[in-house]
């Protein structure tokens, strides 16, 4: 018995002087409790069964510094009686000595090390048992009514130092060695999210069902929405804030957990990279993207996997969404400079290039079809894709028809005189029919700033419509009327009935992404 006895003084006075080596500051401004209170705190945590680590957050200790040192190193017990120890009464042992192994930290790195991401830095995110946050109350509660002419009623559990932050303090440096990354606490676009689970998760948040039963009693018929299970952060502090101590102990009584919590899944992620640049398209039997039928592929290929299927194995991602300025049908060529483009590369494990290696990509993308050129590949940031998007509706296009007479006349140059005189023709145009079944029906007003119509001498009854257009026109509408589903259109103005024999976009009017320098 003198001899436990000696052992707890022991380790008090350690924990003091480690307090003073490190000179926590233990009065703060806002009305916390002053040094000699601290370390009544600290003593009165710890006779409830908390680590040491514990009972100096609740002293609101926010020094990385103070949470690093192993106090184990002062212990006295016997090693095999230490392994018998409880885990701690509010982190379940998450930061206690006495269950912090190596091995866990070396499995939540064998977890990252095969996500193989080479970005040099990590943010790392822990999510905590619901339990701990009942735990944290309930001591709360207890110091309170422990000290209540001591600590100020304006304090609130937030008080406290995070747990999470904490647990950061600890293993940080392990794990920087271990992945030979650096730590950047919310600025780095790795992160890797780390699930602590506790075995009495459940039972023991079965106290907020009794505290508030409005507030759960649905959740268990909506498996779906909730997954990850019906006691989450959001809805126990929701419980929580607010609760009065007395209505709070009515429910709960805190006990010394019969386990430790434990690792659960590591899950690790990376920012989306996004790759703009501008592609030709020659071919006049593909799409842009992949062409779906009932979960059927209609054609063989799309400009979006001719592309993409060089990207993903670069970028190590097996996720890909493709976006463009407008998109052409799959009869119509696009020519000139291009279609601007961007990809966005979702979850990408390579994240490390250079200009050079995208201009390669660019090349081997290239040479392997004869169906598409692209050029200015390059990486752009997020922020900048919204160039892309309000282009859709500000742009203007150019346009080359090569256009025929159904009834077989050649109109004559007073004909094409008439049409080439116009300038900014407003053009309302009804939802076409070959696009019904999958655009809303609607009458959209679009303006056809300029045309030139040039006869073909070679083929009689043929003519090249050349047209400048607003985002969002039907030229083949402009052309064939639709049923005069467009109005007016080059029918009524030509007064013949007209079709569209072959269309190509000759310019995107939209100057990005940013021209790239081929070195030679």
Not at 431 to 454: F, Y
Not at 460 to 476: D, E, M, S, V
Request: contains cysteine; aromatic residues 8%.
């Amino acid at each position: 018995m003198a001899r436990v006895g000696l052992t707890k003084l022991t380790f008090s006075i350690c924990l003091w002087q480690l307090c003073f080596e490190i000179n926590v500051n233990m009065a703060p401004a806002d009305g916390g409790p002053s040094e000699n209170l601290n370390l009544e705190i600290i003593d009165f945590i710890q006779n409830l069964g908390s680590c040491w680590r514990c009972a100096i957050r609740f002293t609101r200790e926010r020094k990385p510094e103070a949470y690093q040192r192993k106090l184990v190193e002062f212990k006295l017990e016997p090693e095999e009686k230490l392994l018998k120890a409880s885990p701690c009464v509010i982190c379940l042992g998450l930061v206690q000595d006495h269950f912090i192994k190596e091995v866990f930290i070396d499995e939540v790195c064998q977890q990252v090390l095969k996500f193989d991401c080479d970005s040099a830095t990590f943010s790392c995110m822990v999510s905590l048992p619901v339990a701990i946050m009942l735990r944290e109350q309930a001591v709360w509660f207890l110091l309170t009514e422990k000290f209540p002419d001591l600590l100020s009623k304006n304090l609130k559990i937030d008080y406290v130092t995070s747990l999470k932050d904490v647990w950061k303090f600890v293993f940080t440096e392990a794990l920087e060695k271990k992945l030979n990354k650096q730590l950047e606490h919310s600025s780095s676009p790795f992160q890797i999210h780390i699930s602590i689970l506790y075995k009495d998760e459940i039972s023991e948040c079965g106290a907020l069902v009794d505290i508030c039963p409005e507030k759960f009693k649905h959740r268990y018929n909506r498996t779906r929405v909730y997954r990850e299970g019906i006691f989450t952060r959001n809805a126990a502090q929701s419980v929580l804030s607010g609760l009065s101590a007395e209505d709070f102990q009515k429910y709960y009584t805190l006990k010394l957990p019969n386990v430790s919590a434990h690792y659960g899944p590591v899950q690790c992620s990376h920012n989306s990279i996004h790759i703009a640049g501008r592609y030709q398209k020659f071919s006049r039997k593909l799409c842009q993207t992949p062409w779906l039928i009932e979960g059927e592929k209609h054609m063989d290929t799309s400009i979006q996997e001719l592309i993409c299927k060089h990207l993903e194995p670069f970028f190590k991602t097996q996720s890909v969404k493709f976006s463009s300025s407008g998109r052409e049908d799959v009869d119509v060529r696009t020519l000139g400079r291009g279609r601007p483009f961007a990809i966005e590369l979702t979850d990408p494990h390579r994240t490390i290039f250079t200009q050079d290696q995208i201009t390669q990509l660019q090349n081997v993308i290239n040479n392997s079809t004869d169906a598409i050129q692209i050029r200015d590949l390059q990486a752009v940031t997020k922020e900048q894709l919204s160039v892309l998007k309000q282009g859709e509706e500000e742009k203007t296009k150019i346009y080359r028809a090569l256009c025929v007479t159904l009834d077989g006349s050649t109109p004559t140059e007073e004909d094409l005189a008439k049409i080439n005189d116009i300038t900014e023709l407003v053009l309302m145009q009804k939802t076409p029919l070959r696009v019904l079944h999958r655009r809303p029906l609607a009458v959209r007003p679009r303006t056809v700033h300029e045309m030139k119509a040039t006869l073909l001498d070679d083929r009689p009854g043929h003519f090249i419509l050349r047209l400048k257009t607003q985002a969002g026109t039907y030229i083949k509408e402009f052309v064939h009327g639709d049923f005069n589903r467009t109005v007016p259109n080059l029918c009524i103005l030509l007064g013949r009935a007209i079709d569209i024999v072959a269309l190509d976009v000759d310019a995107v009017e939209l100057d990005w992404p940013p021209v790239i320098a081929i070195q030679t």
